[in-house]
């Protein structure tokens, strides 16, 4: 089955807030790293924010200041506020069981959910 479920994508004005939940089959501190990376229609799929085994974090710079990386036991969490109708996008859940610490690469990461749909409109 599924190591990773993502939900908590829908549409919402710009300004508005959601929180997206990623599912994990195993414990979250399994994995070394886990990640929210983002896809828009015929762009490249771009790192959001890492959360390391130890809790540390990096943001991607559009990130920074309105994005909440988080996690407990059994899921992984993305706060996002003052969204903006650029964070438009599919949003997937991603783990490393080994690397990806520090990195905000997709190729950096084993494991991945199947994306919740995010659409904010102006």
């Known amino acids: 089955h599924a190591q990773l479920v993502e939900s908590g994508g829908g549409s919402v004005q710009a300004g508005g807030s959601l929180r997206l939940s990623c599912s994990v089959s195993?414990?979250?501190?399994?994995?070394?790293?886990m990640a929210w990376f983002r896809q828009a229609p015929e762009k490249e799929r771009e790192g959001v924010a890492v959360v390391n085994r130890s809790g540390s974090t990096r943001y991607g710079e559009y990130a920074k200041g309105r994005f909440t990386i988080s996690k407990d036991n059994a899921n992984l969490y993305l706060q996002m506020n003052s969204l903006k109708p650029e964070d438009t996008a599919m949003y997937y859940c991603?783990?490393?069981?080994?690397?990806?610490?520090?990195?905000?690469?997709?190729?950096?990461?084993?494991?991945w959910g199947q994306g919740t749909q995010v659409s904010v409109s102006s």
């Open positions: 195993r414990s979250t501190y399994y994995y070394n790293s």
């Open positions: 991603a783990a490393d069981p080994f690397g990806g610490a520090w990195s905000l690469l997709p190729a950096d990461f084993r494991v």
